[in-house]
């Protein structure tokens, strides 16, 4: 477990092309919170053609050196003529281009470019659709981005429709909402999962039944990412619950069913297959500490599997005492005290517990803060926390 750090305001733009491997590395897309305004990393942001790709130093650790010049439809950011001359490496050893790998001549991109002048270095692409799209978000670069990932959600290519739904989560525009929910309830089980995940990103619970049937890796990784974060009111302060005696920070998705994740979840063969899946699966209960899940988690503690018992400890005490404890060396050595500690609890006191109503004010007073934090936020150790830094989509 690592500590919990506050982020900052930024959004992710992964681009990446259709069909190319997960990359890792993000290029940001800053928003204020009412709209989109910036591609920090790029230079330059634009939707081209590419031309005949010429390849230098091929077999080069570095990569294969690539060489294009490309038409250009239309502009995301900066100013260019007509025409812009691109180089970008294929297959390095070095940091990962996000969807660069794939490119190919005569095809229609998103690209993200850096450098002052020509040739510029293209560091991330996405595959568009080839008409011009109209602005109608807005001038600004991560509006004109939207209506290019709107145009692509309307578009006969299958992967081009999914990739602009993983985007426009990851970005978290609210003005893709209608987009992102026919998504979620297509017939088509991959695009299901993308409007999924979208919805989690953007803050819109998803159907419980519906995300547990699909329910994957990657939907479990979306949804430890996005369990970490604080919901807040419409003034834009954190919102806080006092319950059973403390006072937690309100996260995760408002709405949606958590109980369910647990109970459903867990039994999935490879939720159990090894410690790490465990730790992302019981991470998120244990970041949004819901009286909901506490029935589901008692359960637990009669499951077979010795680290699943461990979790349901681990997830219960935090969610009932707000605290971290017992770690795994512990928990080995007493094991019955600890099981038989929530099984007394939840006979004797469990009833109590779950009737009490939790109160919600937007700001803790002074009496529950110690040194400019509240004290039930105080445990030693916490999950890892909500990061903007999110796993790239798929596009």
Known sequence: MEMCKAVGMGLILVAAVVGASPPTTP???????????????????CKVKTGTITEREVGSPLGTKCDTTCKVISTLKGDLGEEVRITFR??????????VD????????VVMLRGETAPYEMFAAMKAVDAVVEPTFGAKPGDRLMAELVAMWRSKDASMR????????????RRGSEEVNAAARSEDLETARAGIMAQCRM???????????????????VWYQESGVPQRDPEGNRIWRREGGHVFLERGLPGFDYATYVREGIKKDWVRRDDHTLYVFFGVPWKVQRKACVPELVKLLDHPDKKVRWWAVLCLAHTVENVDHPQWQQYE?????????WRK??????EAFMAEPAMQPANPDASLRHGGVPVA????????GHSTQFAPARL
């Open 345 to 350: 609890w939840w006979k004797e006191e469990g």
């Open 162 to 173: 999914i990739a602009a739904i993983e985007q426009i989560g990851i970005m978290r525009d």
């Open 333 to 341: 050595k007493r094991e019955g005290e600890e099981l038989e500690k």
């Open 27 to 45: 290029a940001s897309v800053v928003r204020s919170p009412n709209e989109a305004i910036e591609f920090p990393q790029a230079t330059l942001a």
């Open 203 to 221: 803050g819109i619970a998803p159907d419980v039944r519906r995300t547990m049937d699909l329910f994957n890796r990657e939907m479990m990784d």
């Open 377 to 384: 936020n105080h445990s030693s150790r916490e999950f890892q």
């Open 102 to 109: 794939a490119v190919k001549a005569d095809e229609v991109y």
């Open 90 to 99: 294929r297959h390095a050893n070095g940091p990962a281009r996000p969807g």
